[in-house]
């Protein structure tokens, strides 16, 4: 374990961003030190499944001929930033971590599928001037808590490359953590984005249902999908966030609600705010060293001046038996698109019509998504429906409830984010119910839709690995968690660690 220097403004997102702007850096240097700590890492690591070297040097320096034409450059001018291959790329290819994505062609070449159109939020980037990196690696079609489920090759910690780095935006994690990118965007339908973060020590961020288009985001389970950032830092989550929120009428789910100022949000402290420590997330099952870390950051914050009240969440404990007859019914229903007619993988081209669809998927997609399709189908089907899905629907009214009501108390709720550190590779493939039981402490939010944070907190004393403080505001109220992330960042004993493969992020160096 090696420790770098504390998260200073001369290697935070926004003021490299700020020094690309100014002319005391250039997005050149920065994107050239990116792609050099890609070459050097990820050949162990796997969080990369394209890295779009010439296009990222040639985004880079089109910026700077642009600020020396004395052009105002976006507010993430020159940052490179790494997008998980469920967003769709007009010229990268999208894969999804999957081979139902891949065209076998007749000599035998595979060809990535690639879309015709930029997702919303990769369009929103590009106009906020960020230099695209490439695509991460992920749990295929996110389906996964720890991006082994890729269909291409497992992604590993940096921390120790023998364990998971969560999942399933774990190779967007990674790319953050080990300072290949110096932010991401994951999609986070069950924790997804918060889980990854809390296992390598980043920031990650999953926004109210709504605030962030999912235009262009291949959809997993419609109701509880929203994409969401990754930054070394909270400050660096902020600006990522206020760019990628806002309404998009191409996406018939998104809100229409103004985006508030997030890094002027960073600032406001944590005085007088009301944290709600649900009792049912400290029960059997949580590991000490988590517990312990976590009751730390809440003491921090009480010292600060927010005060912390006992809350409850009593529905909690059917949050992963909702969540996974709920997800699993939208997959199935999302996932009937990839059939091996309209574009990715054909298999069986002279089959007859439906011996072709049972080839294609069968040959396309992995043991995972297998698993949730059959599930998902069998809790739709006639017979079944009300039995599982209705109730399903209505235990999730019920967490839902228990949010407003404890939000009627208190201003957040702060939980731990998974009740371990990360757990070896291959540890848990064969025994799915462990594996879905990481996230049962990040479910319940996005069952509710409201928004929620991973703040790293210190390493565990024992294993010396990474652990998270989740945060949960209401929806719409993502400037109260980056008040209170900041302000536990700020007084953080962990705020500056880095995983033994990192060295400090780019200097700031003459363009």
């Not at 918060?194 to 999953?206: E, F, M, S, Y």
């Not at 629907?393 to 009627?408: E, M, P, S």
């Not at 709720?413 to 291959?426: D, R």
Request: contains cysteine.
């Amino acid at each position: 374990m090696a420790r770098a220097t504390d998260s200073t403004p001369s290697t935070s997102l926004t003021a490299l961003a700020a020094a690309v702007r100014s002319g005391a850096t250039s997005a050149e240097a920065l994107t050239e030190h990116a792609l050099e700590r890609i070459r050097a890492l990820d050949g162990e690591l796997g969080a990369f499944l394209h890295v779009a070297a010439d296009a990222a040097r040639a985004e880079a320096r089109a910026l700077d001929a642009r600020r020396r034409r004395g052009e105002t450059l976006g507010p993430l001018a020159g940052v490179p930033i790494a997008l998980k291959d469920a967003l769709c790329t007009h010229d990268q290819p999208t894969t999804a971590g999957s081979r139902i994505l891949v065209q076998r062609r007749p000599d035998g070449s595979e060809h990535p599928w690639q879309p015709p159109y930029d997702a919303t939020v990769v369009a929103r980037l590009r106009a906020a001037d960020a230099v695209l990196i490439g695509k991460t690696n992920l749990d295929e079609l996110a389906m996964g808590s720890s991006t082994e489920n890729s269909a291409f090759r497992p992604t590993k910690n940096p921390w120790d490359t023998t364990r998971i780095p969560g999942g399933s935006s774990g190779g967007s994690a990674v790319a953050v953590a080990a300072g290949m990118a110096l932010g991401a965007l994951g999609s986070d339908t069950g924790g997804s984005v918060r889980q990854p973060a809390a296992l390598t020590h980043v920031v990650g961020v999953k926004p109210s249902y709504g605030r962030v288009s999912r235009y262009g985001l291949i959809a997993f389970a419609s109701s509880l999908d929203q994409v969401g950032p990754f930054a070394a830092d909270v400050r660096g989550a902020a600006a990522l966030t206020a760019v990628v929120a806002g309404h998009d009428p191409r996406d018939a789910t998104s809100l229409e609600a103004p985006v508030p100022d997030y890094l002027a949000a960073c600032e406001r402290g944590v005085a007088g705010l009301r944290i709600g420590v649900p009792e049912e997330y400290f029960a059997a099952g949580l590991d000490p060293e988590v517990e312990e870390n976590v009751r730390a950051a809440l003491a921090a914050l009480a010292a600060q001046g927010a005060v912390l009240r006992p809350v409850h969440l009593p529905h909690t404990r059917h949050a992963v038996a909702t969540y996974y007859v709920i997800a699993t019914a939208e997959a199935s229903s999302n996932l009937a698109r990839f059939d091996g007619v309209r574009f990715g993988l054909r298999a069986g081209e002279r089959a007859e019509l439906g011996r072709m669809y049972e080839r294609t998927r069968g040959a396309g997609f992995g043991r995972e998504v297998k698993r949730r399709i059959m599930l998902g189908t069998y809790v739709l089907s006639a017979g079944y429906y009300e039995a599982y899905y209705l109730r399903a629907q209505r235990v999730r009214a019920l967490i839902k409830r228990d949010f407003d009501a404890a939000f009627a108390e208190v201003d957040l709720v702060a939980t731990p984010v998974s009740p371990t550190v990360a757990f070896p590779l291959g540890s848990r493939l064969d025994d799915p119910l462990a594996m879905y039981l990481a996230d049962v402490y990040t479910l319940p939010a996005s069952l509710a839709g409201v928004c929620a944070v991973s703040v790293p907190c210190a390493l565990g004393r024992t294993s010396g690995l990474p652990v998270g403080l989740q945060l949960v505001a209401p929806a719409l109220e993502e400037a109260r968690l980056f008040a209170a992330a900041a302000a536990w960042e700020d007084v953080s004993p962990g705020r500056g660690l880095c995983p033994p493969v990192h060295a400090p992020a780019a200097p700031i160096v003459a363009p």
